[in-house]
């Protein structure tokens, strides 16, 4: 039996079934969350008895770190191994404010949505990843740094939306065993309708953001695939029903690539079709993949971008390029080494 992915209840359950008190499950259960220990040995204020009992029908983990590569902006990129043998990556980003660690992880193994412009798409998809294996990601982190994640991105590998039973269970382990605020935590889509219309009836607290990437139906459509089967129009109603009954903002996530999307024209049509919705922009500079020849904006052309949007009364943020050096910035995730 595998420890890591068991709420503390499950933990109790564990112990009355070995004879062992509830207080036995606490402290487990601070190994595993807080302490982030990778074997049953390190937990060194249950007995040694104990240990060897527990050992012979259980361990902490099961997943593999196969390759780690450290960035010069000290990003970290892991390629982790389940044990079937598929892999993911998961990041973590240290931004200037060293109390922040946040982690970007991967919901599903490759991804079936085919972006042009994103390399996980190219590999196709391969399978949803369990509750149990989005949070041994963040496990994984922790244990290989002795640090602990304050803040969770889901913008690994994979549409968090069409796996939204095991990522909604992850939420809420991040929430209630990792004691990861759920405003701490983001969900990014690239605009899977019915997943948006199941979170607007939610109640969670956490950020929706949409890879929109296009202002117009056209253009939209010669990038993400999925603009023919859940249309602007209808993501723009889906969205405006989401902030009505959550009354949260969201975030507007927009890839700028020269020459397609990055024109005066374009940011107009975005502000014609953001006017009524409450939100921020996060404007990404294309990160370049070797699968294609999209480029990346000038600095100018993004610059004058964002100030087109910001006229609008919109606030905006370009997003930093965090890990290119080990392909480890927004949409060079592939899962292999
Ligand atoms: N599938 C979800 C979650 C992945 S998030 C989604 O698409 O929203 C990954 C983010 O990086 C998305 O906003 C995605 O559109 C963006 N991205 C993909 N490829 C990229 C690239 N080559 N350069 C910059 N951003 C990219
Ligand atoms: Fe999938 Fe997101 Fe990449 Fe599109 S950008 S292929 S939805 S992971």
Not at 34 to 60: C, G, H, P, W, Y
Request: hydrophobic share 35%; aromatic share 6%.
């Amino acid at each position: 039996m595998i420890l890591a992915g068991l709420t503390l209840e499950e933990l109790e359950n564990l112990m009355s079934e070995l004879g062992a008190t509830k207080f036995r499950a606490k402290q487990i259960h601070n190994w595993i969350y807080s302490k982030s220990v990778s074997s049953i040995d390190e937990m060194t204020n249950l007995s040694k008895d104990f240990r060897e009992q527990l050992k012979s029908i259980a361990s902490v983990t099961d997943t593999q770190i196969k390759i780690k590569q450290v960035s010069k902006d000290g990003t970290i990129k892991y390629l982790i191994e389940y044990p079937d043998g598929e892999c993911v990556e998961t990041v973590l980003m240290r931004f200037d404010n060293r109390a922040n660690l946040t982690a970007c992880v991967s919901s599903q193994v490759g991804c079936a949505v085919n972006c042009s412009f994103c390399a996980t798409g190219k590999g196709g998809f391969r399978r949803n990843l369990t509750y149990k294996e989005i949070i041994e990601q963040v496990l994984t982190i922790q244990r290989d740094t002795g640090l602990k994640v304050t803040n969770i991105v889901f913008m690994g590998q994979g549409e968090p939306l069409l796996n939204l039973e095991n990522v909604l269970k992850a939420l809420e382990l991040f929430n209630n065993d990792f004691q990861i605020g759920a405003r701490r935590i983001t969900i990014s889509t690239s605009g899977i309708i019915p997943g948006i219309n199941r979170l607007a009836d939610s109640d969670l607290q956490s950020t929706l953001a949409i890879s929109l990437h296009a202002p117009t139906h056209d253009l939209r459509k010669q990038i993400m695939p999925i603009e023919n089967k859940y249309p602007l129009n209808d993501l723009k109603n889906a969205l405006l029903n989401y902030i009505n009954k959550t009354g949260r903002r969201i975030t507007i996530e927009y890839i700028l690539i020269h020459g397609f999307n990055d024109m005066p024209q374009a940011a107009k049509e975005l502000v014609y079709f953001l006017k009524d919705l409450k939100c921020n922009i996060n404007l990404i500079p294309y990160n370049s993949v070797i699968e294609n020849d999209y480029k990346k904006p000038s600095v100018n052309d993004t610059m004058k971008f964002k100030y087109l949007l910001e006229h609008s009364g919109k606030k905006v943020t370009v997003r930093l390029e965090r890990g290119a050096d080990i392909d480890a910035a927004c949409g060079q995730l592939r899962g292999r080494a």
